[in-house]
């Protein structure tokens, strides 16, 4: 068994006295796509916040391509080729579209070691990640312009741009119809099929079962089921914690 | 442009500056300048900090007193030439802001803003009990008598202010453009975002507020050769910590060319305004026009126009924006020109010098709210600016009857012609076009 | 180093901390509680000065008396003052930078218009106990320190009964933490925070005439509050106000102790001081969320 991509020991994270993940543990493997379910409050977010370095875990190790993750900045465990994408889209309401796809082209790709793009180069990679998306003729305006679904789009756009390993997909598809994620879902198998390993977290169903080879279910802060997505949906205390509602 | 070209082109404006006020020959303007030049540095320095990277720092004044200070210390030790003091005090500041931020900046930006309002108090009283420096009772700082190729020692000081607002402003404008810009602009939108996305957020804070106290030292190392005595309170004085705050978000937190206009606009009429009216009026007026800008246009006169052209000129620049530009900088420049002007006015004993400064100081404050409306493609605004022009061009012509003097003649003739062309421009039916669809939140461009 | 010189200074600290603890209250409360950044605060606090010095000078009334006449009306100016900083700022998500530079600019103003007002002299106030003091054993309590300290702690006392027991105060508290819980409680949040505001703003109005009692007072007495009162904040905890209290009477004695021994020209430094080392080592304070 090949080392994890991702691997998660014992983590815990308290807030004041309300514990939000207790004693976690987490192995992703480089190449899967994996769903993450649990009803509101069940710690997901403080799941991908820990993981990333927004919030700093009180015990356990986060280990990312064999190596601990601990003491390091937000920013830092990007350039290692972690991202995520915020569930409220946070985009950069003062520049362009492309220029917000620019930034995380120069900080977390550009300065990784080795790595020398010269402007051209640049340009022509946020070029290719909005026609990706599907903003390319929107590359010159401002977020403030876009709809609901673009916004999210310009937020995986810049997930993307950070070329990671691992992209964690917090709840992107929020108020969307069906044409809108199922479309979010098939960019995301696609990023898939190029080589990034995908965390989704979501509440729609019937996403994350056209797209999860496995699925993973957390319930106040505990993971209580994580295999096959047909085998975790009738698990009875999955249902009872979660689906039956 | 090119940053090169950019630097060509100031250090040769700057010359002719330079040129031009040795040609007037006043002693006066050199020292006025100065002021001037000094708020061009602090301002433009602020901004990197406060405009671009979004975090406020109440404390300039504590950074320009660390550069005043040094150049006390080291006189009082061993006189340095002014340059290597510029140097110096840029230097120190640099690394007081450094050491500041370190451990302030890791926290929220309010508690940033706080620790540089501390830090003003506790480097003041730092300052009031050292005695080597003066302490509380003061330093003097003798100027030498002359100096080679110039005429007066001012006229030195003002060449380096002048180098080192030249120096800022390139600097800022080439900072903006680069990497470091991108990163500081999406500090200041979201920073949150921005270290998920790889921004090293706290190494660009501290470059930040090392360029930022940088500068703000180096506009306060001349200060003891320019002023001969100086005392901790006038070098930790208030008018520092307003105008470093003011002048950006007045001119334009968004790029370099706010600071100087703001600067330029806010330090030239302050030069007027101790003149007529009192320092006190005066600052009075810089912090009300401060709140109010922050209130309705946060991103400064400057940044009302981009938004402005964003809409009316979105892909290139056409006749009808630029005049309306024009006109709306004619406003505002004379609103707040007007204000200033018709304060002392307003509190003359003689009735009708107040009554003719009353209607002036009316009238300034329409210009003002038009220049705004204008720019915000508010309908309103079009009646609003044709009063006000209306009503500019018989108060013009009762000046005309007060004073015969013809500079004074010709002045108010070009006053009275550009508010007639201005008129009768707002009444076309292609200005109309622009402000009759309701432009807030749509985008239609007619 | 004598006993009593040690003593005197310690206790001189305890009621000057109990005096700070009212200055800094309604921070505590728009900064603690409602994370608004109000630094005009201690501006306010001047302002309460003057006016208990006014109605001192011209009517004779007691300087407490006049902090209690005033805090109504300092009460509607709060409630207004939040008013103007929610529709300029809060609603458009654009308090950052903004909304210091707003507060910023009304400590300015309020500074430069009691100058041009008032001038620069120092202005005091004349009231009967003043100038006694009364001491047990070799400590002495000047009336001037023990009074305001005494009505600081009873200013606490009724805020604090106000935020745990009545039903606006609870909703306070519960608006720092969840401003959608209360909505769906049917109470709106702006409203509250209104309050909230109002409050702090009228706790300048008694903090003022305290300050004035303690000692003589001119426009710029504001700018060595800021620091101190934001120090005590964030010692004590933001968004407690036994924290607070406790933050106070420490940087009290702490300004005493440094005050007999090093000299009064020093006292300045030592808030700033403490609130550096504060964030550094210990950002959440000592009884701090």
Redesign the interface.
């Known amino acids: 068994m090949s080392t994890p991509l991702l691997e998660v020991t014992g983590l815990s994270k308290r807030f004041g006295g309300f514990v939000a993940l207790e004693n976690l543990d987490l192995a992703i493997h480089s190449g899967e796509r994996v769903g993450l379910i649990g009803p509101n409050g069940s710690g997901k977010s403080t799941l991908v916040n820990c993981l990333c370095g927004t919030l700093i875990n009180e015990t356990g190790t986060v280990r990312f391509e064999d190596r601990n993750l601990a003491g390091l900045t937000a920013h830092a465990r990007t350039r290692l080729g972690m991202a995520r994408s915020f569930q409220l889209p946070r985009p950069f309401f003062s520049m362009t579209i492309a220029d917000n796809i620019r930034v995380p082209l120069i900080y977390a790709v550009n300065s990784r070691p080795g790595v020398r793009l010269s402007e051209s180069e640049i340009g022509e990679r946020c070029i290719a990640l909005l026609d990706l998306v599907g903003l390319k003729d929107k590359a010159s305006q401002r977020p403030v312009d876009l709809t609901q679904v673009e916004m999210r789009k310009l937020e995986l756009a810049r997930a993307m741009a950070v070329e990671p390993k691992l992209l964690i997909a917090d709840e992107a598809m929020a108020g969307l119809s069906g044409v809108e994620v199922h479309d979010i879902v098939t960019l995301l198998i696609k990023l898939n099929e190029r080589g990034v390993t995908v965390v989704l977290i979501e509440h729609i169903m019937r996403a994350v079962m056209q797209f999860s080879q496995r699925l993973i279910v957390l319930v106040s802060g505990k993971k209580i089921a994580d295999g096959r997505p047909d085998d975790v949906i009738r698990d009875p205390e999955v249902v009872r914690a979660y689906l039956g509602q | 442009m090119r940053n090169l070209s950019f630097a060509l082109i100031a250090t040769v404006v700057a010359a002719f500056v330079f040129a031009g006020a040795r040609a007037v020959n006043s002693d006066y303007l050199f020292f006025a300048g100065y002021t001037v030049l000094q708020f061009v540095v602090l301002a433009t320095a602020w901004n990197i900090l ?1 405009g671009y990277t ?1 975090y ?1 720092n ?1 404390g300039s004044a504590a950074f320009f007193a660390l550069g005043v200070y040094t150049t006390v210390f080291f006189t009082k030790l061993y006189p340095l030439p002014i340059p290597l003091l510029v140097v110096i005090g840029g230097v120190v500041s640099g690394l007081v802001g450094v050491g ?1 931020g370190y ?2 900046l890791r ?1 929220r ?3 940033f ?3 540089t ?3 003003a ?2 480097l ?3 300052i ?2 050292w005695h080597f420096v003066g302490g509380s009772r003061g330093a003097y700082v003798i100027r030498p008598a002359s100096v080679a190729f110039l005429d007066s020692y001012i006229q030195y000081l003002f060449l380096i202010m002048l180098t080192v607002a030249v120096i800022a402003l390139i600097a800022a404008r080439a900072i903006e453009r680069s ?1 470091l810009g ?2 500081f ?2 500090i ?3 920073e ?11 190494k660009l804070k501290l470059i930040a507020t090392a360029l930022s106290g940088a500068f703000m030292g180096m506009a306060g190392a001349p200060f003891p050769y320019y002023i001969g005595y100086v005392q901790p309170a006038t070098a930790f004085g ?1 008018e520092y ?2 105008n470093s ?2 002048m950006p ?1 007045i001119g334009g937190t ?1 790029s370099w060319i706010g600071p100087l206009v703001g600067a330029i606009l806010l330090g030239s009429l302050q030069q007027i305004a101790t003149v007529t009216i ?1 320092s ?2 005066n ?2 007026l810089v ?2 026009l ?2 109010a800008f ?3 246009a ?1 991103n400064g006169f400057v940044g009302l126009i981009r938004e402005f052209l964003l809409i009316a000129a979105p892909s290139r620049l056409n006749a009808r924006a630029v005049i309306i530009v024009m006109i709306a900088t004619y406003c505002f420049v004379g609103g707040i020109l007007g204000i200033v002007l018709n304060l002392s006015a307003v509190m003359a004993p003689n009735s009708v010098l107040a009554a003719i400064g009353a209607t002036g100081l009316i009238l300034a404050v329409f210009n003002l709210v038009s220049a705004y409306g204008l720019l915000k493609l508010q309908s309103w605004s079009l009646v609003l600016t044709t009063i006000a022009f209306a009503i500019w061009i018989p108060f013009s012509a009762f000046y005309l009857w007060l004073d015969y003097a013809p500079t004074s003649v010709a002045f108010r003739a070009v006053v009275i012609v550009i508010a007639l062309v201005a008129l009768y421009y707002l009444q076309t039916q292609h200005v109309k076009l622009l402000y009759r669809t309701p432009l807030s939140e749509g ?1 239609v461009m007619p | 180093m004598t006993l009593d010189l040690v003593l005197n200074a310690l206790v001189a600290g305890l009621l000057l901390g109990g005096f700070y603890a009212a200055v800094t209250l309604g921070i505590s409360i728009s900064f603690g509680i409602l994370d608004i950044v109000n630094i005009a605060h201690p501006a306010f606090v001047i302002v309460g000065c003057y006016i208990a010095y006014i109605l001192n000078a011209s009517f004779g009334l007691d300087p407490v008396l006049a902090g209690l006449v005033a805090m109504p009306f300092f009460y509607v100016a709060g409630a207004a003052i939040y008013q103007v900083y929610y529709l300029s700022f809060e609603r458009r998500g654009k308090e950052a930078l903004s909304g210091l530079a707003f507060f910023f600019g009304i400590l300015f103003i309020t500074e430069v218009l009691l100058i041009l007002i008032y001038g620069v002299d120092y202005r005091y106030v004349q009231a009967s106990y003043i100038d006694r003091s009364f001491s047990i054993g070799i400590v002495q309590l000047p009336n001037r320190m023990l009074v305001p300290c005494v009505i600081s702690f009873i200013m606490f006392g009724l805020l604090y009964f106000y935020l745990k027991r009545t039903f606006t105060g609870r909703a306070i508290m519960a608006v720092a933490q969840d401003q959608l819980a209360l909505q769906l409680m049917a109470a709106s949040p702006v409203r509250i925070k209104r309050t909230a505001f109002a409050i702090s703003v009228a706790t300048a109005a008694m903090a003022g005439a305290l300050l004035i009692i303690i000692q003589p007072v001119e426009p710029s007495v504001g700018r060595e509050y800021i620091g101190r009162a934001f120090a005590i904040c964030v010692l004590g905890g933001l968004g407690s106000l036994t924290g607070t209290l406790i933050g106070a009477i420490l940087i009290g004695i702490a300004e005493s102790v440094t005050s007999t021994f090093f000299g009064p020209s020093w006292a300045p430094a030592v808030s700033f001081g403490l609130l550096l080392l504060t964030l550094a080592f210990r950002p959440s304070g000592l009884l701090g969320r």
């Open positions: 406060g979004g406020v109440f500041m451990l302030t926290l930006g309010a508690f803003a706080i620790a309002l501390a830090l108090v506790v003041q009283t730092l009031v009990n990497s991108y990163g602009a999406a200041r939108d979201d949150l975002a921005a270290e998920a996305l790889g921004v090293p957020t706290l208030l910590a307003v705050i003011a978000m968004g009192s006190a009026v600052l009075l912090g009300l401060l709140v922050v209130m309705v946060p985008r």
